[in-house]
């Protein structure tokens, strides 16, 4: 049985008409008004909350980065010291003071100059790569073996991470990998 044009399209407006009534809601469902009876829309203000309240929120200053995984404080269990066979260490009597024992210096080392400068990203064939950073809204590039911002030095240029070295002979051996920023 062959169906003709019109047999056709009464089954295409038959078929859309029961796909729309099994889709719309049902009329017991009440949408709130968009705008009052005198045409203008009203704001309602949210409620206040005092999240000083709430459980387990006395630290809301603690931290500023936010975790989408931590949802709650973490319990760390501790476990039992295990019970100790034989006798019971002697404690030192009570009198007998504690050895002295000189505190030796303590060298502080000094720490290499940090770069205060983003990295963007880099460009070019491997041969003759440029890194760009960001450094107060200015954007600086620089080749690999070049120095920029007087203290530093592009080491080696990958491809989300720029090794920079330092050009003070204090320093002259460290360098530091700097991950390509995410951020804008």
Do not use: C
């Not at 309240?53 to 975790?67: P, Y």
């Not at 600086?140 to 030095?153: K, N, P, Y």
């Not at 491809?159 to 320093?171: A, L, N, R």
């Amino acid at each position: 049985m062959k169906l003709g044009r019109q047999e056709i399209l009464l089954v295409l407006i038959a078929v859309t008409a029961v796909r729309l009534w099994t889709i719309r809601p049902p009329a017991a469902v009440a949408l709130p008004p968009l705008a009052t009876e005198s045409g203008e829309a009203r704001l309602v203000d949210a409620p206040v909350v005092n999240l000083a309240t709430l459980d387990g929120s006395s630290d809301l200053g603690a931290s500023l980065e936010r975790d989408l995984f931590a949802y709650a404080r973490r319990r760390v269990s501790v476990p039992a010291p295990a019970p100790r066979r034989g006798p019971a260490p002697q404690a030192p009597p009570p009198s007998a003071e504690p050895p002295q024992v000189p505190a030796a210096p303590v060298a502080m080392r000094a720490l290499p100059p940090s770069v205060g400068a983003r990295y963007l990203g880099s460009m070019g064939p491997r041969g003759a790569r440029l890194a760009f950073f960001d450094h107060d809204r200015k954007v600086v590039m620089v080749g690999e073996g070049e120095t920029f911002l007087h203290d530093f030095r592009v080491v080696r240029i990958g491809h989300d991470t720029v090794t920079i070295g330092f050009t003070s002979p204090q320093f002259k051996d460290e360098v530091q990998e700097i991950p390509m920023s995410r951020t804008r």
